[in-house]
């Protein structure tokens, strides 16, 4: 799972018979300051999010098309969670080097 923010809607007239009436959401990762980063993805909104919002992100196909509840469906990210708050318990990440440089 990821934290994500939603940068934008997605708008498509033709789909897939499994995607009608889901609506889709731009969502990109954050890191622990808020930035954005990587490229981003297409994903099925499940909780009526909306630009702007921090969101928890699957990219589990399993676990998005249940959370959509649709079988079989080719979907392979879905929003699952709105968030509300993060606490990180450490103050920064840590390094694969022990900080040694």
């Known amino acids: 799972m990821l934290l994500s923010k939603v940068v934008g809607e997605v708008v498509a007239t033709q789909n897939h018979v499994t995607h009608d009436a889901l609506k889709l959401l731009l969502?990109?990762?954050?890191?622990?300051?808020?930035?954005?980063?990587?490229?981003?993805?297409?994903?099925?909104?499940?909780?009526?999010?909306?630009?702007?919002?921090?969101?928890?992100?699957?990219?589990?196909?399993?676990?998005?098309?249940?959370?959509?509840?649709?079988?079989?469906?080719?979907?392979?990210?879905?929003?699952?969670?709105?968030?509300d708050s993060v606490d990180w318990l450490e103050a920064e990440p840590a390094q694969a080097d022990g900080g040694r440089r």
Request: net charge negative.
């Open 27 to 83: 969502v990109r990762q954050i890191d622990r300051a808020g930035a954005e980063h990587g490229a981003p993805l297409v994903a099925v909104d499940t909780l009526d999010a909306g630009v702007g919002d921090t969101v928890l992100l699957t990219l589990d196909g399993w676990a998005a098309m249940t959370a959509v509840k649709r079988a079989k469906a080719p979907i392979d990210a879905a929003v699952i969670a709105i968030v």
